[in-house]
């Protein structure tokens, strides 16, 4: 399992040298091929783990005297968030290798070795993130996705990417001082970066570290109020988006939340308190920051601002005591990987084949490009939480916990009903879009529209079939 482990860490590594160093026709295929490879050790490592018993695996990797500084976690939480980042990295490579084209009608282009690249390293820098046992760990993985955003939010070169990309590195890094904090904090009173040592923490100290994972985790998720970063960094290329706001940099802010959650102790309450609290504000903010948008990436991004926040209240709730609120927020964080990298990419097809992604210039798409169309609306529908799509397995626990909890903490009965108000009336806004946009007469643009390459038709087939049976395989897995 150790020899497993290491492969799927280092496989993106050694493939971002080996496309870096290949002739630029051989890039695509070569990057595709290696994060396939990935993918494969990925769930050879999920099978040797179940055929194990399902035991969580430590595995030692660097230690000085007794302290540990970096190592790496095998357990249910890690093996199923692992698959999301390799898997939706190998998706997100053979899509490229046809949106990366000179057959783009909005960015005529064909893709670099550094793009390849790149994007190889985000896969292997998440893929460490993910299965790192101590903080200091977390902390060298957080950065190093932070260097990735901004080389591909850049990837275009213009004025504006460049921007965006120095916003989105700068804020994120100003999270990544409360992860420092934590680390910090932690070794001072443990006397090691093992995440297991935050069960010994209690009284201000936990509340210092908590506090600080947490401020770090609004960071990279694009939380009030740390959010301005994500809206702008839709300057990236499609698939970079669909990556970044399905599987990484986004995921990595709940994620290092939802393990120190399940790593700790008796976490403070005030920390639930204020996660809870910011997590409705987003939810509402990012709701209404939908409604003037007309750039389809930029009302996902939205969207994903308050898909986040979903995840952040369960994982709040489970703060309390509520199992059923963790495990929701665990399989939440699945269940939207693909969901929302179904609709970016449904975003990249419409750009690619027509030409724009503006909603109002997009109509009729279903006459001429039904495969999109079919997406939009599998991607509305598992966004929004309607059954039997992903999205309503993810939401329902959540609503259950939340429910139950306010009980004995009458508050959250207000905070529960808001959600639902906000559930409800992101639906009504997505079938909206999606009335004027895919039935109906063919807009000129639609009309005209070029053909798909099968590598983008393959990758939108998959993910339709993921946002249906997702939930399945994380209930699965999760017991």
């Not at 990935?38 to 040797?48: F, K």
């Not at 994007?119 to 902390?139: C, K, P, R």
Request: net charge positive; aromatic share 12%.
């Amino acid at each position: 399992m150790e020899t497993l482990a290491l492969t799927v860490l280092l496989l993106p590594f050694v493939g971002a040298l080996v496309v870096s160093l290949a002739p630029r026709q051989t890039a695509p295929m070569l990057a595709t091929a290696m994060a396939l490879l990935a993918t494969i050790a990925t769930v050879t490592l999920a099978a040797g783990f179940h055929a194990a018993g399902s035991v969580t695996v430590d595995i030692p990797m660097l230690s000085i005297g007794q302290v540990a500084l970096f190592g790496m976690t095998v357990d249910r939480i890690s093996t199923l968030i692992l698959f999301v980042v390799v898997f939706l990295g190998l998706l997100v490579a053979l899509y490229s290798t046809g949106y990366l084209t000179r057959g783009n009608r909005e960015h005529p282009h064909d893709g670099s070795n550094r793009y390849y690249a790149f994007l190889l390293i985000f896969i292997g820098a998440m893929s460490g993130l993910v299965l790192s046992s101590t903080l200091l760990g977390q902390l060298l993985f957080f950065e190093i996705t932070g260097g990735c955003s901004w080389a591909l939010i850049s990837y275009y070169q213009s004025e504006k990417s460049q921007r965006s990309a120095m916003k989105a590195l700068l804020i994120t890094h100003v999270g990544s001082l409360g992860l420092y904090l934590a680390a910090a904090t932690l070794f001072l009173q443990t006397g090691t970066f093992a995440l297991s040592a935050l069960g010994q923490l209690n009284g201000s100290t936990a509340l210092i570290v908590y506090g600080g994972i947490l401020f770090a985790a609004w960071g990279k998720s694009a939380q009030l109020p740390l959010q301005a970063w994500l809206p702008d960094a839709m300057e990236a290329p499609t698939p970079v988006s669909a990556y970044l706001h399905a599987a990484s940099m986004v995921k990595v802010g709940v994620y290092i939340f939802a393990r120190a959650i399940s790593e700790g102790g008796e976490i403070p309450h005030i920390i639930g308190w204020v996660g809870v609290t910011m997590a409705t504000i987003t939810l509402v903010y990012g709701f209404l920051m939908y409604l003037p948008q007309k750039d389809m990436k930029r009302l996902l991004a939205w969207s994903t601002i308050s898909q986040l926040a979903w995840i952040f209240l369960a994982l709040s709730l489970s703060i309390f005591g509520s199992k059923m609120a963790f495990t929701a927020g665990i399989v939440y964080i699945f269940n939207h990987a693909f969901a929302k990298s179904l609709f970016f990419l449904v975003a990249g097809a419409l750009s690619y084949s027509c030409g724009t992604r503006m909603l109002p210039r997009l109509r009729g798409v279903m006459r001429t490009l039904p495969l999109p169309g079919i997406g939009f609306c599998v991607a509305a529908l598992a966004i929004t939480g309607v059954p039997p799509f992903s999205g309503f397995f993810s939401k329902f626990p959540l609503f259950a916990a939340g429910f139950a909890l306010s009980d004995q903490y009458p508050i959250l009965l207000a905070v529960m009903i808001l959600a639902l108000v906000e559930s409800v009336a992101s639906f009504g806004w997505f079938i909206y879009w999606f009335g004027r946009v895919v039935p109906g007469e063919p807009s000129d643009e639609v009309a005209q529209a070029a053909p798909l390459p099968w590598s983008m038709r393959v990758v939108l087939v998959i993910l339709v079939v993921m946002s249906l049976a997702s939930s399945v395989i994380a209930a699965a897995w999760m017991g």
